[in-house]
């Protein structure tokens, strides 16, 4: 174990039960040179509100910045938990994290992208596409995030809604679903200003939400809202892929328009013959006349699956679906915790809270 004191070459930092290791200097958090470094470890927000991160410290010394505390409580802290996006290592360092990918990481870059497309969706989603500068393809994983640079130098996520394989297709480009949030400064520039041909700045790829191809087990799809947007892409790539596993997609929204796609997953039935879909609406008014499942999306995969044991879940979509889901079916359903894969949507007024 080295002292506390960082040396030129910074400190070790050792994935178990993967063998991973990488070197993290005392100035940067222990994700950041994680992803420096190629190695995969687990994250989401990168801003200590989603606990996307989360892992256990076997041994060593790290200082752990502000961050939420749903997403990691003090009895979690005292009990040797930490987060890697706002953890420094102050030693060698030891973690646990079971998610950590192998080597095949994509590398991280920015570019210029230019709006090619702008379609509405629904009254506040807005199907966004992105031409990439030609000769530089992206490369990245169905599942993963893309962060606009604004001109502040502050960012926005938002995930690719497509797999990568589509790319080659013209008229293609990479494709986001973007939810106006009212008063948000990305999002009412795209909903009010953002005309075609304008040109953005993009770093990616980002995240480790993507499908987990090396196991066979059947999955629950989760998604609430634009969280339907990874899972999109997961789905493009099974079926591109020939990935037969039994998946059930369960999409949540509080009116039937929230279900922006629900035409897309419909076609895609008939395709996928081992996918089932199950739309859940929250808060359905009269005139919608809405005779499907109603309810938290959440809870009716619970009423669907009294023991998830033999499950792979990929959740995706507002911050309190995603730690429900994880809660719940580990605690009441069986689910191993590390079959649990999640991407938590974010928003700036999440990561405001204290």
Known sequence: ??????????????VEPSGRHFTAHADETILAAGIRQGIGLPYGCKDGACGSCKCRKLSGKVSVGPHQSKALSAEEELAGFVLTCCAHAQSDVVLESRQVTDANAFPIRKMPARVFALSKKSHDVVMLRLQLPAGEPLQFHAGQYIEFILRDGTR??????NA???????GTGIELHIRHLPGGKFTDHVFGAMKEKEILRIEGPYGSFFLRED???????????????PIKALLEHMKFK??????????????????????WVRSHLEQMPNLRYVPVISNAVPEDNWRGRTGFVHRAVMEDFAD??????????????VDSAKRDYVAERGLPEDEFFADAFTTEADKAVP
């Open 164 to 170: 990568p394989h589509t790319l080659g297709e013209p």
């Open 242 to 263: 020939a990935i037969d596993r039994p998946a059930t997609l369960y999409w949540g929204g509080r009116r039937p328009e929230d279900l922006y796609m629900d035409d």
């Open 1 to 14: 174990m080295t002292s506390a004191a960082p040396n030129e070459a910074g400190f070790h930092i050792t």
């Open 215 to 229: 196991s066979d087990k059947p999955m629950v799809l989760l998604a609430s809202g634009t969280g339907f947007a």
């Open 308 to 321: 998830l044991s033999g499950y792979q879940v990929y959740a995706c979509g507002a911050p309190i679906v």
């Open 156 to 161: 926005r996520s938002y995930s690719m809604a």
